[in-house]
């Protein structure tokens, strides 16, 4: 039976990335072909929230300090990620376009790797109107 | 588990009245709901779905993609319509419980023989207080 003192907590973050689906080993009409107006360069306000999930520890009544949770998200994501080019400054959208679905599971693997069992799963906003929630185990593949 | 939702919004008109009832009754069950000329709300309809990634697209269904089949199949029907008047509801009472489970049927059909990507959930909200949801708990 599930510790009913199980808590989930969730902080949180914002960024602005630009990015275009378009993969190196096609040429520009191809990629346009492929995956229309989102092959031109453009860019989004992303809103990562990530949900962290434990039973709290009894001294300190906390999950996890908010304050080392803010640290990994500054590390992991804010300084790969925010006002960076997805394509060109970070190594994943080589063999798959940074769609949000591949996106969010780019920084669900970041996050995992960083949290462990304490991560529950995120939400990737890529606007008001799209966004992709990824949880559980065994992530999701990523190229 | 991954899974990807989409909003959309259209704008409509209905008549709650049942021809199963009397007047009565149809005003004593849909109340103001029930006025003959009709009354209309601004919708919200989030689509949410699941499956593998296509490594083709790098989506569970390309947001294009998605787009044009809720425009198609949804949309098309249900913005700036009177809803008694789409054959959806030509035996059922256009209540947000109603479009809810049209739209699934028609979104189910829609992605049935599309590879991994299921429906996961719809929900709609008819106002900013009421919000209906079928599906897999969130």
């Known amino acids: 039976m599930p510790d009913d003192r199980r ?3 969730t902080r949180s973050i914002d960024f602005s990335s630009s990015l275009r689906y378009a993969l190196p080993g096609l040429s520009e009409a191809e990629n346009e072909a492929r995956f229309g107006a989102a ?3 453009h860019g989004h306000n992303y809103r990562l929230e990530v949900t962290v999930a434990g039973v709290p520890d009894p001294a300190t009544g906390m999950v996890l ?7 990994v998200l500054e590390r992991e994501v804010m300084a790969r990620f ?5 394509n060109r400054d970070t190594p994943w959208f080589e063999k798959q376009p940074p769609t949000p679905e591949v996106f969010a599971s780019v920084l669900y693997a970041l996050l995992r790797e960083a949290l462990g069992d304490l ?3 995120i939400r990737l906003r890529q606007d008001e109107d799209v966004w992709v929630d990824v949880s ?5 593949t990523v190229p | 588990m991954i899974a990807l939702t989409r ?3 259209f704008s409509a008109a209905h008549v709650l009245r049942s021809e199963r009832f009397s007047d009565a009754e149809n005003e004593r069950i849909y109340g103001q709901c029930a006025h003959p000329s009709g009354h209309g709300h601004d919708y919200g309809l989030e689509i949410t779905v699941t499956g593998p990634i296509d490594p083709a697209s790098g989506a569970i269904v390309p947001v294009a993609e998605l787009d044009r089949l809720v425009r198609e199949r949804v949309l098309a029907r249900l913005d700036h319509r009177l809803l008694n008047q789409e054959p959806w509801f030509r035996d059922a009472v256009p209540t947000a419980e109603n479009i809810l489970l049209a739209v699934r049927r028609e979104l189910e059909d829609a992605l049935a023989g599309r590879g991994g990507a299921r429906l996961a959930r719809i929900r709609l909200t008819e106002t900013r207080r009421n919000a209906f949801e079928c599906g897999d708990e969130p």
């Open chain 1, 119 to 121: 991560l529950h799963g």
């Open chain 1, 65 to 71: 300090d908010l304050k080392e949770l803010k640290q």
């Open chain 1, 136 to 140: 559980g185990d065994p992530a999701p």
């Open chain 1, 39 to 41: 092959a031109r360069p």
């Open chain 1, 82 to 86: 925010d006002h960076r080019d997805l």
């Open chain 2, 7 to 9: 909003r959309y919004r």
């Open chain 1, 7 to 9: 808590v989930r907590l």
